[in-house]
């Protein structure tokens, strides 16, 4: 049986902005197994959102072209009832901000209930709060009869993303998105999420995408990484792989903005310039170009491709070959220096 849950090919989606489109994602091709976290990095504005919300079929006025295969159907080109069908029952997305994404007049063991009634009719009212109770306790919330009754504004932020968390399990999803799930939370509590997230991948054999910004979660968290930038991805490797040796220039500013624990950092360092708009992309060469401008022109690649450098371990352009950060010197990086 194979192990691949999902498929995404030559994904574009664009956005129209005045009488044009502009892809935010712009030819992503990756998979994602059974059992598998796959962590997605990338500044604000790097098309993150955007991917998921394709995978989940929830843009409504985006173009989107390519392929995402998952349960022998093409979400990029599926009916909405079909698709509805999977949305929530077999594939489930987990969000940033836990309180935009409840109904603040409906008590919260009801909403997770309306979740469970969608996908599974024939279940009575009785037996659905009992799965509700039970949903609550996995997700570690201490009193969940009580719970049940209460409305997201009587509960904490972490108790309110679990709720989100166990909408989201209700219906055992084989695929579950998690964007930026614990961004809204203080550390303690981002840790508990995450364990709880953990859990769920080996009880469902689930495959995660957990989509973050934060490098220590996608560390602590995923198989493997996709680095996206300006709707692309500029690498995609196993966790520690990526970590061990990172490649794209991007990848590497990214990691070297990172604070280190072990080691005595006198300096971050900040990457320059920020995520170019949708409609000041640069659609042609490199896209990480003019944010590494000490770099030669002619280390970047006209067409930059995904070159499989490792196995598995894939890097989008040349000019990874030829990076070096502004205050080493070149000698040193010949010499293999770092
Ligand atoms: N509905 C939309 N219409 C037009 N442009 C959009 C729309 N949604 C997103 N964008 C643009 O697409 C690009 C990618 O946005 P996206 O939200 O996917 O980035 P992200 O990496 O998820 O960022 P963040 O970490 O801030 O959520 C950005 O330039 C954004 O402004």
Request: aromatic share 6%; hydrophobic share 40%; charged share 25%.
């Amino acid at each position: 049986m194979s192990k691949e849950l999902l498929e995404i090919k030559n994904l574009k989606t664009s956005f129209r902005i005045k009488d044009d489109y502009y892809a935010a994602v712009d030819d992503v091709t990756l998979t994602l197994n059974k059992n598998e976290v796959l962590g997605i990095v990338g500044e604000s504005g790097s098309g993150k959102s955007a991917l998921a919300f394709s995978v989940m079929g929830l843009h409504n006025r985006a173009k989107i072209e390519g392929n995402i295969h998952f349960k022998d159907a093409d979400i990029a080109n599926i009916s909405p009832t079909k698709l509805n069908k999977l949305r929530g029952d077999d594939m489930a997305m987990i969000f940033q901000d836990p309180l935009t994404a409840l109904n603040p007049l409906m008590p919260v063991g009801d909403q997770i209930a309306e979740a469970i009634l969608l996908h599974k009719k024939d279940m009575s009212t009785k037996q659905r709060r009992n799965k509700v109770v039970d949903l609550l306790n996995k997700v570690g919330i201490p009193r969940p009869e009580h719970t049940y009754d209460q409305f997201p504004h009587e509960l904490s932020g972490g108790m309110r993303q679990r709720i989100i968390i166990a909408t989201a399990i209700a219906n055992q999803p084989e695929l579950l998105i998690a964007d930026e799930p614990t961004t809204a939370l203080d550390v303690t509590i981002q840790a508990q999420i995450l364990d709880l997230i953990r859990d769920l991948k080996e009880d469902m054999n689930a495959g995660i995408i957990l989509i973050t910004h934060d490098l220590g979660v996608v560390a602590e968290m995923a198989d493997r990484v996709a680095v996206m930038y300006a709707g692309q991805i500029v690498e995609i490797a196993e966790v520690g792989a990526l970590f061990d040796n990172p490649l794209h220039p991007y990848t590497r500013s990214l990691l070297n903005s990172m604070p280190s624990e072990d080691e005595a950092q006198d300096k971050l360092h900040v990457i320059q310039g920020i995520v170019p708009s949708l409609q000041n992309l640069p659609r042609q060469g490199c896209r990480f170009a003019a944010r590494i401008p000490w770099v030669d022109e002619s280390a970047h690649e006209e067409n930059p491709e995904l070159h499989e450098v490792t196995p598995g371990h894939f890097v989008r352009c040349t000019c990874h070959n030829h990076f070096y950060f502004p205050d080493e010197s070149k000698e040193e990086q010949a010499n293999g220096v770092s």
